[in-house]
């Protein structure tokens, strides 16, 4: 069974944490990897098998699979711990594994993994250094000078931070579990700890966590995190390897491992990353989320694809696809759809810092999404990142000052999990991030430079994938808009022309509410379908409303919308 335990912030943004009573559950696999398409590269990132109904923190203790964790785990021989948590696979991701060996990795040992793969798992120590690797806490290379103790002393031997880690892991579970530890200052006493082995929290506080709602479910939650952080050295015995810019390269993580992941970025464990040039990566630890500010402001803080050429979308003679508008629900309610993500350009965005809005959000009520954050690059102006397959954990209401955790998501059990081949649930996401555009230069959208870069992105997220049998509708919305300066009535005709070029894929467009906005879709979407339009024929209109109304608009007539240029432009 799956227990959610939370820690709240003050301002009620919430961090969510599973904690899984069924050790078995915490093996299935969690895919990210490459697949060719063109210069188009998409990142993606699948969670299978599904967790059972959730059980009240309150029955943690009595549960007997999840007791043995509690007490800490022991430290096994290297063909135990390979044993421990060899996870069983599917069919179809052995013979995958199989057929792309070169391609595709499995970052833990399974019933098909060769003698080699366990070797290279008991000895640890392949894949620690070079910048292609993920930075672990437990790498061997991951070194401190201690402290001086006297003038007299000249050097000291450097020591290991796992070492020091596990040690005040050890220090903080015991306080705790006595409640030796005044828990009003919990935060306090987290930070002094994690100062000794990340100097990167010295400019940060944690004093969202000294929060009477945080530190209550601290009490409990904190054992539990930390048992999983310290899984770390028998969960990734070897190093992660990044998910590099415009490389094909497929990785399998299990449940347990992504837990492990999100554990030890609670604890702020994962060393500083010595990037190489033009590498960026997003910052997984959660300091910046426990920091409440000087006044103590706390208001809402994986298969790359490369290949194939972009559209010719001025030639192109695809007819318009369906449009289904929907004014009451949330794009996250499109349980099998295609659900489009509003994303910064490294993934997550804001979510362990400020941010709260629509990716910050999606990354808090689907927590395991946060792991892609270790070891995926910065996204290019011709990639995106799928998400196959996660679980939602929490319900919310508002976005940016009103966002509000509103309670445990629970499966309607009226409504089954879906599961595709890999054990993976049905549901798509694809993150994709939009060009961000000055108050003052938002007309510069319509250019065709930016126009071309928006419609190359969407193809990307929307286009079918190999093997792909089920052609599920694309949930989106007002992409780009918002504090990105887009016009939703461009993005709405952008991502309309995708979806059809990508195979007469269905658009379902969520307006939050916005009828009117609803109503003027409905109205341009019949009135261009009633004249055949062509994604073609509608991308030489947009030119056409760019030089004639934004470039050189008439002196004596203020320019028209560009739903109702499109209606007058196809007579």
Not at 152 to 162: E, M
Not at 429 to 440: E, G, P, Q, T
Request: glycine residues 8%.
């Amino acid at each position: 069974m799956s227990t959610i335990l939370k820690t709240e912030g003050i301002s009620e943004s919430s961090l969510y944490y599973k904690v899984d009573q069924d050790l078995r559950n915490l093996n299935s696999p969690v895919q990210l990897g490459f697949e060719p398409i063109a210069h188009q590269t998409v990142q993606q990132l699948g969670t299978v098998r599904p967790f059972p109904s959730p059980t009240p923190a309150s029955q943690i203790t009595a549960q007997g699979n999840y007791q043995g964790l509690l007490q800490g785990p022991t430290v096994p021989s290297t063909s135990t711990a390979i044993a421990q948590f060899r996870t069983q696979i599917s069919p179809d991701l052995r013979d995958l594994e199989q057929k792309y060996s070169t391609s595709i990795i499995c970052l833990f040992p399974h019933e098909s993994s060769s003698e080699q793969l366990e070797s290279d798992f008991g000895t640890g120590n392949r894949h620690w250094v070079g910048g292609n690797f993920v930075r672990l806490p437990h790498n061997p290379a991951n070194t401190a000078i201690p402290t001086l103790a006297n003038n007299h002393q000249r050097h000291l031997d450097s020591v290991k931070k796992w070492d020091i880690i596990k040690g005040e892991l050890a220090m903080l579970n015991k306080f705790i579990s006595e409640k030796k530890l005044d828990m009003s200052q919990a935060g306090n006493q987290i930070h002094a700890s994690v100062r000794k082995f990340n100097s990167k929290v010295n400019d940060f506080s944690f004093n969202l966590l000294n929060d009477r709602r945080v530190s209550s479910s601290l009490q409990t939650a904190f054992p539990i995190i930390s048992r999983a952080a310290l899984e770390i050295d028998k969960r990734f015995t070897s190093g992660i390897p990044i998910l590099r810019k415009n490389q094909q390269k497929t990785l399998f993580l299990t449940q347990g491992q992504i837990r492990c992941i999100l554990a030890n970025a609670f604890l702020c464990t994962f060393p500083k990353r010595f990037e190489l040039v033009g590498q960026e990566l997003p910052e997984i630890n959660f300091f910046k989320l426990f920091d409440g500010g000087a006044r103590g402001n706390s208001k809402p803080k994986l298969e790359k694809i490369s290949g194939g050429n972009p559209p010719d979308w001025t030639i192109s003679k695809e007819q318009m696809s369906m449009v289904h508008v929907d004014h009451r629900n949330r794009i996250e309610d499109a349980r099998e759809s295609l659900q489009i993500d509003f994303a910064n350009r490294l993934v997550g965005g804001g979510v362990t810092g400020n941010g709260a809005l629509m990716e910050e959000i999606r990354f808090s009520i689907c927590p395991e999404l946060i792991a892609a954050r270790l070891f995926t690059e910065a996204l290019e102006s011709n990639e995106v990142m799928i998400i196959t397959g996660c679980q939602q954990f929490s319900l919310y209401s508002g976005c940016a000052d009103t966002f509000a955790f509103k309670g445990t998501f629970c499966n309607d059990p009226r409504d089954p999990v879906v599961l595709d081949p890999f054990g993976r649930r049905k549901g798509q996401i694809a993150v994709m991030d939009a060009c961000y555009f000055r108050a003052n230069e938002a007309e510069r959208q319509f250019e065709k430079e930016f126009v071309h870069r928006e419609l190359n992105k969407c193809f990307c997220a929307f286009k079918l994938r190999s093997q792909q049998n089920h052609v599920s509708p694309i949930a989106t919305g007002n992409w780009g808009c918002g504090n990105y300066n887009g016009s939703p009535e461009l993005k709405f005709i952008i991502q309309w022309m995708a979806a059809s070029q990508a195979g007469q894929r269905a658009l379902h467009y969520y307006v939050m509410g916005n009828k009117e906005q609803g109503e003027d879709i409905l109205r341009t979407v019949k009135s261009l379908g009633r004249k055949g339009v062509r994604v073609g024929t509608l991308c030489e209109a947009l030119k056409c409303y760019y030089l004639t109304e934004i470039k050189s608009p008439s002196f004596f007539k203020s320019p028209k919308s560009l739903f109702q240029f499109l209606e007058k432009h196809f007579k």
